[in-house]
């Protein structure tokens, strides 16, 4: 730093040089927190790019495993309607009906005429 010399002896700073160096370091300054901003841009779309690629990995992979899941639960309900179905036809009621409760086909069909004619 310059100093100059007064009469009375002592050394006052020359103000001239601190004002290029502020304007110097303005300059600095400015173009380091442009850079900054741009870095710190770049950075974060970088970020939110494999952030994309995670998150489309990861739907991509339970959309693969609910599809599988999917296809095991109509498996399910596919043996379960047929379970259904056999389990209220008719053959198997007619055999329940002959085997357990000792029931017949019968031999003669009786008609019954109601009082007024109508059938019914």
Known sequence: MMH??????????????RSRARARARTVSI???AFAIAAGL?????V??????????ELTA???????RLVEVEERNRELRFQ????????RISRIARQQLGM?????VRYVRTANGEDG
């Open 84 to 91: 259904i179905e056999q389990a209220f036809s008719l053959e």
């Open 104 to 108: 017949v086909e019968p031999d003669i």
């Open 4 to 17: 100059r010399s007064s009469s009375r002896g002592f050394a006052a700073p020359v103000t001239h040089t």
């Open 42 to 46: 770049v950075a974060g779309l970088c």
């Open 62 to 68: 339970r959309r693969t495993a609910a599809a599988a």
């Open 48 to 57: 939110v790019y494999v952030w994309q690629g995670t998150r489309i990995h």
């Open 31 to 33: 173009g380091a927190v």
